[in-house]
């Protein structure tokens, strides 16, 4: 069993969440998102849910931030919804970021740090209607989107996130379809793949001039492997692995795009794409990884990347993901190579699982979710063994809530939520976590 006192003392403890998973997209003036208007198109989501509702986040804050101070976490991982802030992409609504501003005070109150994401996939369909990610100009809109947000709320947060997870933003948004806007379109991809990260830099060169600093980037990282020892499967596994795992991260850290990826990619770039590697490279003070689970990959031929994914051997989530707390482990060890020299710190910022849990006599009995923290909380622990200075580890998530295409199903939680009465009922997660950094 692990202890706070089993982690250096400076080392963060917290849950994240984002705001359309859980705020209510119905409250407090927020505009529409191209994750309503996927959501209002049969068949796209499991259970022809929204997030319209959710967990009734903008009206229940304040209980949700006496959980997290309950259960002696030491920070909050929290997004802005971008439709919220501004409902046609570009336009403050003095009601969102009012929002944020007693939010950010809650959290200070509660003796908790603010950690910021500015972007968790809630793009403002206006922007979506321009082109969204395929279109240039999303820099500057997410630009002023960021500086909006930080002028209001940037005196308090303890650190800044521009993206959380570009790979689901650009790849399995507009290459897969299966989240929003759910083109199936590799031009499109392409250039999504490249302007997500070219708003990142320049997010993050435009909150550098008005004096803001701890500024990061939250990439999500996934194993990517062969399904049987053949050369076909493992140049599949590397090729997924360039697009997943190093477009993104060798980008931002000024190595380029991988060939692998490239090979694909390269037709479908935006034309002059090579003169804006610079401000994709802008300096960052941290890193953060997320990581669930691991993919096998069989060559099938045809068209480019010729693989599918294929069930591995390892025990499953009850959304089907391989549980293999050693992925966590590699990443962070890949992450730090990466990062090496560069003077950024590490985080584990999302680490969690999905469980069909249900209320019994009152309580949660997570046993499956808690040896899974216990053991990516081992892993995380091996790695700063092995020599790297992980600063923080943010469970996903606080509540259980509304998981994009998957609707209402998958919990992924500490904290149960009865989505008819709103209850938050803590599970066994929960109450593990609550002793364990009380030692």
């Not at 927020?30 to 049969?42: C, E, K, L, Q, R």
């Not at 049987?228 to 140049?235: N, P, Y």
Request: proline letters at 5%.
């Amino acid at each position: 069993m692990f202890k706070r006192s089993d982690f250096p003392d400076d080392f963060i403890f917290g849950v994240a969440t984002s705001s359309y998973q859980i705020e209510g997209s119905r409250f407090g003036g927020a505009g529409v998102s191209h994750w309503d208007t996927f959501a209002n198109t049969p068949g796209n989501i499991a259970d022809g849910s929204d997030g319209s509702v959710a967990c009734d986040h903008y009206n229940r804050w304040q209980e949700d931030l006496d959980l997290i101070r309950d259960g002696n976490f030491d920070a909050y991982r929290f997004s802005t919804g971008w439709s919220r802030v501004m409902p046609d992409g570009k336009t403050v609504n003095p009601e969102g970021l009012d929002f944020y501003d007693r939010l950010v005070d809650g959290m200070v109150e509660r003796g908790l740090k603010p950690v910021l994401t500015l972007h968790h996939w809630d793009l403002p369909s206006p922007l979506a209607s321009q082109g969204g990610w395929t279109n240039r100009d999303i820099a500057l809109w997410f630009s002023d989107y960021a500086r909006a947000v930080m002028a209001r709320i940037g005196d308090r947060v303890a650190m800044t996130a521009t993206l959380n997870e570009p790979w689901c933003i650009a790849y399995l948004s507009h290459f897969m379809g299966a989240h929003a806007p759910g083109l199936r379109d590799i031009r499109a991809t392409g250039r999504a793949m490249h302007h997500v990260l070219l708003a990142h830099g320049t997010a993050i060169q435009a909150m550098r001039a008005d004096g803001h600093d701890n500024l990061g980037l939250v990439l999500n990282f996934e194993t990517a492997a062969p399904a049987s020892d053949s050369e076909a499967d493992r140049k599949g596994a590397a090729t997924q692995d360039a697009i997943y795992n190093r477009w993104f991260l060798e980008a931002a850290m000024g190595q380029g795009y991988p060939a692998e990826a490239l090979e694909g990619f390269a037709p479908h770039l935006p034309v002059g794409w090579e003169q804006d590697m610079g401000i994709i490279a802008t300096p960052l003070d941290w890193l953060g990884v997320n990581h669930y689970t691991r993919a096998h990959y069989r060559h099938i031929g045809g068209a480019w990347p010729q693989t599918e994914m294929v069930p591995g051997p390892l025990p499953k989530t009850q959304i089907g993901w391989e549980m293999r707390a050693e992925g966590l482990y590699e990443f962070i060890m890949r992450a730090a190579q990466a990062i090496k020299g560069k003077g950024m710190k590490l985080y584990v910022t999302e680490s969690g699982m999905a469980w069909d849990d249900r209320v019994v006599d009152g309580g949660v009995a997570d046993d499956v979710r808690q040896g899974y923290i216990r053991d990516h909380l081992a892993a995380t622990q091996r790695a700063m063994a092995d020599g790297v200075d992980v600063k923080g580890f943010f469970q996903w998530s606080l509540l259980d809530n509304y998981e994009w295409a998957l609707g209402y199903g998958p919990r992924f939680g500490i904290v149960h939520v009865d989505y008819e009465t709103q209850k938050r009922t803590p599970k066994g997660s929960y109450l593990m976590f609550r002793d364990a950094l009380s030692r």
